[in-house]
């Protein structure tokens, strides 16, 4: 049988594996598998580098659908190639509530799927962070060990949105030449014709962005195989638009939108069926094309098993390291490492700026743990993410571990997704804790893939002052903690500062956010205490001298007015304690009796926080007092800024003596 003729039959393969799991679950987007499906055959016969019986290879080739409406392609290439957790029951099963093969690509879910895809534009954006550790891992071990490619499948979709452009720019100014974009130029949307609603010459743009660009048939295996070819000779990224019909075959909605996010339907796919020779009942592969399927799947074992040989031969100290960097975990001299600071800073007692607080940690972290990489969207004096350690990342120099990634807040966090995804890096990132607002997305899917990825936010409240509103973060405390499996740390000194960055560096099982301030904070905590505090979430900072009339509950700058206010409290003959609550994720994983024990039994509970009341209430009560925000900030000196919104100690001690007097 000719190579063509094989060529065709795989293809039809994946796009009746496709179709047929669509129809069953009545729901899914069966056009682009079919349209993409010449492109799949092409990259994962010829050209992936993977070994779908050791599916987590370090050195494996990435491949990255960022289209991933398009799931039921990965899935089948996963199932056609060999990969063991995608079995044709999976497949069968197909966006069916506890199946590997859920609507969109999970990760997690099975191996072969390297990222979480479905918000269009994402897993373009983590490529470019996968291409990008890569080359950190490689100036670091070489290319024996480490010299792979990334391909990425993107979509007009992917494109249109404006996280794509972030994206692209940056892997051009970086010269990521082992990033290669599949572009499945398709020209339909869910709406119809690209024409509708964008004229944008994709091809002109990746060159403005510094991309090697070519042109090619997307249905023609010989033109695709040639382009992708040349991408891996060029020295930039490369994005190869692939011309398809999206439905390709389906007689009657093949190249429109209504093949596009619906099922074809019985007649339809008969019609499809007829058109492209394929005679195999629903869900079946017929065994010749199964086995050539299996044996691609088979193609880089030699590959995979000189690369294990290499790893052997390595020197112990090499591949101790690199084991270790793959493996997540933290080098040896880190706890004490830190434990020696936290000493240090109990000693010393120094008034800072959290972002200043975390930069001096961050010296410490970055002495102790090569594989943090870390960066700033355009405020690395303002964010203090950069250390003495930490020269630039560029396309000179890959073995640098600081990126200057631009006005990009996006594309940095999908960017560091995909670097935590990669793996054998830690990414951390800055900028101001308004901007989360800017890359909430990124941040979400952290969260939803339980990625280790650490956002330095800085300028966490009215406290940064003459900025004015527009950059004055009130809500954003509130919105961030809605986010589930996302840790949230504001802490308040030098020593807390220091916990959070530890506990946010130990924790393998998802990202944290440190809001930090612009102002300066005086220590609170002033005497060493070996245990890491802030890992409970809350804990009691100042006791009450005699049984608990009032707690105070606060967090980051508020802390030193609910100081300032227990000692005006305790002196007018309330006693106050103060509970400093550094993360209220940490605080809701603790035992049912650590919680009751701090919440305490005071009559009178008040929060403190320069942000809106919402998350307060599950430790005041509806009925607490709360001393924060209820609209956006101003302009001005924050200490005016606090005073005018009444964010002080005397506020706090007024309204608890109203109280008072009301229950008297």
């Not at 193609?299 to 101790?320: M, P, Q, V």
């Not at 001298?545 to 105070?552: G, K, P």
């Not at 802390?559 to 940490?586: D, Q």
């Not at 039994?601 to 919402?614: C, D, F, K, L, T």
Request: net charge negative; aromatic share 6%.
């Amino acid at each position: 049988m000719p190579v063509s003729d094989h060529h065709a039959r795989m293809a039809n393969a994946i796009r009746f594996l496709s179709v047929d799991a669509v129809e069953k679950a009545n729901s899914g987007h069966p056009g682009l598998p079919m349209g993409a499906a010449d492109i799949a055959t092409v990259l994962y016969t010829r050209f992936l580098k993977h070994d779908p019986h050791h599916p987590h290879w370090p050195d494996r080739d990435r491949f990255v659908l960022s289209a991933g409406h398009g799931s039921m392609l990965l899935y089948s290439l996963l199932y056609l190639t060999g990969y063991e957790d995608i079995t044709i029951g999976e497949i069968e099963k197909f966006r069916q509530l506890g199946s590997k093969t859920a609507g969109h690509p999970e990760f997690g879910h099975a191996a072969g799927i390297e990222t979480t895809t479905g918000p269009l534009g994402q897993g373009l954006a983590n490529a470019v962070g996968m291409a990008m550790a890569e080359r950190i891992m490689n100036a670091r071990f070489g290319d024996d060990l480490v010299d792979h490619h990334t391909y990425v499948l993107a979509g007009d979709g992917c494109l249109m949105e404006g996280i794509s452009q972030e994206a692209i720019a940056l892997a051009g100014h970086l010269k990521l030449s082992k990033l290669i974009v599949l572009f499945d130029d398709n020209g339909i949307s869910i709406d119809g014709p690209i024409s509708l609603s964008d004229s944008t010459d994709q091809c002109a743009r990746f060159e403005a962005s510094n991309w090697h660009v070519q042109r090619c048939d997307g249905h023609d295996a010989q033109a695709i195989a040639r382009a992708i070819e040349a991408a891996k000779a060029s020295d930039k990224p490369s994005m190869i638009a692939c011309k398809t019909t999206i439905g390709f075959g389906a007689p009657t909605r093949a190249g429109s939108n209504k093949a596009h996010g619906s099922p074809l339907g019985a007649e339809e796919i008969a019609g499809a069926r007829k058109a492209l020779g394929w005679d195999a009942k629903p869900f079946v592969v017929p065994s010749d094309i199964l086995d050539m399927w299996r044996l691609a799947g088979l193609r880089s074992t030699k590959e995979r098993k000189e690369w294990d040989a290499r790893l052997t031969a390595a020197s112990g100290e090499i591949r101790t390291e690199f084991e270790r960097r793959m493996r997540g975990e933290l080098p040896g001299g880190f706890e004490s490492a830190m434990a020696d600071y936290k000493k240090k800073l109990a000693a010393e007692k120094p008034k800072l700026a959290t972002r200043k607080s975390s930069e001096n940690a961050l010296e410490v972290i970055n002495a102790a743990v090569p594989e943090t990489i870390g960066g700033s969207a355009d405020l690395t004096g303002s964010n203090n993410t950069k250390t003495s350690q930490t020269k630039p990342f560029s396309a000179d120099d890959y073995s640098g571990r600081y990126v200057y990634y631009g006005i990009r807040e996006h594309g940095m966090a999908a960017a560091m997704n995909g670097m935590a995804l990669h793996g054998g890096v830690i990414p951390y990132g800055g900028t101001f804790l308004v901007f989360t607002d800017y890359c909430r997305p990124s941040i979400r899917l952290s969260a939803l893939m339980g990625l280790r990825v650490i956002y330095v936010m800085t300028h966490d409240s009215i406290g940064l002052g003459e900025d004015g509103p527009t950059h004055q973060p009130v809500e954003h405390m509130a919105a961030l903690r809605t986010i589930p499996n996302l840790r949230v740390f504001r802490p308040a000194d030098a020593v807390e500062t220091a916990e959070c960055w530890q506990l946010a560096l130990e924790d393998t099982t998802g990202p944290s956010v440190l809001a930090l301030t612009r102002q300066n904070l005086p220590a609170v905590r002033t005497e060493h205490v070996e245990e890491n505090l802030c890992g409970f979430g809350a804990y009691e900072l100042e006791t009450a001298s005699d049984d608990a009339v009032v707690t105070i509950f606060a967090t980051g700058s508020e802390i030193e007015i609910a100081l300032a206010a227990r000692k005006k409290l305790e002196a007018n003959g309330h006693p106050t304690r103060v509970v400093s609550v550094p993360s209220m994720e940490r605080f809701a994983m603790q035992t049912r009796q650590y919680r009751t024990a701090i919440v305490g039994n005071a009559p009178i509970r008040v929060a403190i926080e320069a942000g809106i009341r919402q998350p307060w209430d599950a430790l005041i009560g509806q009925d607490g007092i709360f001393v924060g925000m209820k609209s956006f900030g101003a302009s001005g000196r924050y200490e005016d800024l606090y005073a005018h919104f009444g964010i002080t100690a005397e506020a706090v001690v007024t309204a608890v003596e109203e109280r008072l007097h009301e229950a008297a």
